[in-house]
């Protein structure tokens, strides 16, 4: 659309003027009719085609009892009621009387946490991860078909889109509720100006190494309900590169956006001095759509032809569709694949790539 600019309609034909005098600033205007619209059709839409309630239709449990279970089974041990209530947004009361049921059917254990005598940590008894298996096979099948029949580049599309959506409302709700708990200013206090944080890409300093393996842990536990095991195998992965590093051919690539660390790289050598190896890619949920990902990779093959490399492989599963949208971008091609259990799942699909660094 082309013409003059027009005032920015706030809420309902408030102006920006209006919204400005008020103590609204205009980058932070309230959604227009049409815009509340579009997301209550997209949640009905959205909420139909998940099937969202479906694995719990045919039980006794309401989806936050099951939300309930899945938080304490990724707890480790070390979740309290407390930690519960604040993620999935219910008070500690309500909370309360689904861990007494939980209790009472012998789904939870209890041990004292030694830092506040008040709260206790929760985990699932044995019991517990029998009723709380099916109903993540459940969830997890009904989550797959809802992108079986897109092709791959669109379910990477698709997952993209949901990426923007929650690190966009995730960052929006972390503000809301930092001037919520904190502000002391006068009710209209002048807006401060936009800052956007620092992106930056670092090379390996201390503390970096432990902070990889543990993100490996707790990312893939939550997002695909991998278990300890690939934790372990990346710590074996890590201490094999501390032990046979060769700065000169090898090296490691740390992202962080406002001093944070976020992400991270391995390029190493492989089995033979002609082929390097991408390891360990990692990106945080809440750093994701900035297209760091991308920068990670394209740094390690600037790296890798820099040093000499003829080639680069990686190993990676069908299921981590952005990262292969970035490899399939950049030249990678799929060598082999194979269908194995591992990591507390079934039917997973392990696949090996290549890129040529002669073909640019």
């Known amino acids: 659309m082309t013409g003059a600019p027009r005032p920015s309609p706030i809420a309902n034909g408030t102006t920006a003027a209006q919204a400005s005098a008020a103590g609204i600033p205009a980058d932070h205007s309230s959604p227009t009719d049409a815009q509340i619209h579009a997301i209550r059709a997209f949640n009905r839409f959205y909420t139909r085609r998940a099937g969202v309630l479906d694995p719990y239709l045919k039980s006794d449990m309401s989806l936050t009892d099951v939300r309930v279970l899945y938080e304490i089974h990724h707890g480790g041990g070390h979740i309290t009621a407390s930690d519960i209530a604040k993620t999935i947004g219910h008070d500690n009361g309500y909370l309360s009387r689904i861990l007494k049921r939980f209790d009472k059917s012998g789904w939870v254990s209890r041990r004292p946490n030694p830092a506040d005598a008040r709260q206790s940590f929760l985990a699932l008894t044995g019991t517990g991860e029998e009723v709380y298996a099916p109903l993540q096979a459940k969830s997890h099948a009904e989550a797959a078909a809802l992108v ?7 379910r990477v599309r698709v997952i993209e889109a ?3 959506i929650e690190t966009l409302l995730r960052g929006a709700t972390a503000s809301a509720e930092a001037e919520t708990e904190t502000d002391t200013t006068p009710a209209h206090p002048a807006p401060a100006p936009a800052t956007t944080p620092a992106v930056t890409l670092r090379g390996l ?13 707790e990312i893939y536990a939550k997002e695909y309900d991998w278990d300890v095991r690939f934790e372990a ?4 992965i890590v201490e094999g590169f501390v032990k046979n590093y060769d700065a000169s051919r090898e090296r490691v690539w740390i992202a962080e956006v406002g001093g944070e660390r976020v992400g991270s790289v391995f390029l190493v050598q492989g089995s033979t001095k002609a082929t390097a190896k991408l390891r360990l890619l990692i990106l945080g949920p809440g750093a994701r759509g900035l297209g760091l990902g991308s920068r990670l990779v394209d ?10 490399y003829e080639k680069v492989e990686l190993w990676t599963h069908s299921c981590l ?3 292969r949208a970035i490899y399939a971008k950049r ?4 060598t082999s694949s194979e269908v194995y259990d591992g990591f507390g799942q079934t ?8 890129l040529d660094l002669g073909k640019k």
Not at 205 to 217: I, N, R, S, T, Y
Request: no cysteine; aromatic share 10%; proline share 2%.
């Open 321 to 323: 569709l952005a990262a």
């Open 347 to 354: 039917g997973l699909v392990g696949e090996f790539y290549e």
């Open 233 to 236: 195998l990346v710590a074996g």
């Open 162 to 164: 949901m990426d923007t």
């Open 299 to 308: 740094e390690a093959i600037a790296f890798a032809r820099e040093a000499g």
């Open 205 to 217: 300093q201390p503390g970096d190494l432990g902070w990889v393996v543990q993100q490996h842990g």
């Open 331 to 334: 030249g990678f091609v799929l």
């Open 148 to 154: 079986a029949e897109l092709s791959a580049a669109d």
